[in-house]
């Protein structure tokens, strides 16, 4: 069944663009026998989705579509009685429009003639009269405008040829939906989906929002239908997407609406356990890894390149300025003088070494024609070879702990999607909130390696 289904909404979406929502969830309404609204401006292709929705059947369904306007009566669809009742499919345009008791002998006519209803307009009910036939949608759907720049550049080239033919094997025959409607009484809610959905009745109650029985009993028909097209024996989390649809009204805006089941989903999806003590190990290993100190190390000179020429440079104890030395690649006692330059290589003067001392750092000299001694403190660098290696030893440890905790956490997100990937009438979207727990470790770990890289780089710079 589940095959056969996703292949129809495979054809219903053809030359459609972003009216994936409109189409699968209207094909949900008729095969589970409930009503269904579009709320939207004129143009969005409300009529073809309830048109293409008739074409599934084998026993072509007479399809009643009638526009309603400010001066519609009832005595005008009275005239219309044996066209509604031989419709199994009644398509109400700007149903709003009418007078409230016309819409109440609709309403009357519907309920004893078992029709499914489609019905559009741009605004929500205009009073509290019309509530008994708001409430008698059970879903309620906003179709907007094809809204940001690819999705529009595609709808408007796409081809404006609505005609679709459904291979004969599709059709859904008569005796198809009876088996359907029939079978799927015997899906049962998982103990999650019954907790969410006491979860989001209780949300409605703090919005001043309440359902009849009976408009809980058909939010729960959709839910078994969906599970049992999507070859399940139990309504799962992920079939509570279409609630977003079934709750919302002008005292309960769509966006608010959405917000209230992803919560209540998100509270009630699997837990994860978390692994306090490799958490705390982990930032433990972390914490001492920032704290490495070198220890004794060798020493080596700084040399600092000018022109062509390389040198030693150093800090004379007379006045407290930096020389440089010039670098004899031979060793410093191959020639009895050497060049020393001034601070901004702009002078030099040559010398005679004493005593070049790299262990204590120190360097001794007389200038040439001159007794006097000088003595100065080298600049020096520390070899960090050793301390480099016990960085990046320690540094494979902990990432290593990380990249493990982190994939394992991944792998188990991946199998959660996996359940609910291919649920034919929910927004694959929502796969994201039933895995957040999950995704929340794998962003814990990630930031544990974020850190611990910064570490790194700060040592290596």
């Excluded at 095969?31 to 008739?54: D, M, Q």
């Excluded at 930032?283 to 920032?290: A, K, R």
């Amino acid at each position: 069944m589940q095959k056969k289904t996703k292949n129809i909404l495979e054809i219903l979406n053809k030359n459609l663009v972003k009216k994936e929502d409109a189409v699968r969830l209207s094909l949900l309404a008729v095969l589970s026998g409930e009503n269904i609204f579009f709320y939207g401006k004129p143009g969005t292709v409300k009529n073809i989705t309830c048109n293409r929705i008739a074409k599934v059947f084998k026993e072509k369904p007479e399809c009643f579509t009638y526009c309603l306007s400010k001066g519609t009566e009832s005595l005008e669809l009275k005239e219309n009685k044996v066209l509604l009742s031989n419709s199994s499919i009644v398509f109400l345009d700007g149903i709003w429009n009418a007078e409230s008791r016309t819409l109440n002998e609709i309403l009357h006519f519907l309920e004893s003639e078992k029709n499914i209803l489609f019905a559009c307009d741009t605004v929500l009910p205009p009073s509290k009269d019309f509530y008994p036939l708001w409430d008698y949608f059970t879903l309620k759907i906003p179709v907007d405008d094809t809204g940001d720049f690819n999705s529009f550049l595609e709808m408007a080239q796409a081809k404006k040829n609505y005609q679709i033919t459904i291979p004969e094997g599709l059709l859904y025959t008569s005796k198809n939906v009876n088996t359907i409607r029939i079978k799927s009484q015997n899906i049962k809610p998982s103990v999650p989906v019954e907790n969410a959905v006491f979860f989001i009745r209780k949300k409605m109650f703090e919005n001043h929002i309440t359902f009849s029985d009976q408009k809980w009993q058909s939010i729960f028909n959709l839910l078994r239908t969906c599970a049992f097209l999507n070859n399940r024996n139990e309504i799962n989390l992920m079939d509570l997407q279409i609630v977003e649809y079934c709750i919302w009204d002008e005292n309960l805006p769509f966006e608010k609406a959405k917000e209230i089941v992803e919560a209540s989903v998100k509270t009630f999806c699997k837990e994860y356990p978390i692994d306090k003590n490799l958490h705390s190990n982990i930032q433990n290993m972390i914490s001492d890894f920032l704290t490495i100190k070198p220890q004794a190390m060798d020493k080596a000179l700084f040399v600092t390149q000018h022109g062509d020429n390389s040198y030693y440079s150093f800090i004379s104890n007379s006045d407290n300025k930096t020389y440089y030395l010039k670098r004899n690649p031979s060793g410093y006692y191959d020639s009895d003088y050497f060049e020393i330059w001034d601070h901004n290589f702009k002078k030099s003067f040559q010398v005679y070494i004493n005593l070049f001392d790299i262990k204590n750092g120190i360097i001794l000299w007389t200038p040439a024609k001159s007794f006097i001694e000088h003595s100065g403190k080298l600049n020096m660098k520390e070899n960090f070879t050793t301390f480099n290696s016990e960085i990046e030893n320690l540094y494979i440890t902990i990432n290593s702990k990380i990249i493990d905790a982190k994939t394992e956490y991944q792998k188990l997100m991946n199998e959660e999607a996996e359940k609910y990937s291919d649920n034919l009438f929910a927004d694959e979207n929502f796969v994201d909130i039933l895995i957040s727990k999950a995704s929340d470790q794998v962003s814990k770990f990630h930031q544990f390696k974020i850190a611990l890289d910064k570490i790194k780089e700060s040592y290596e710079r």
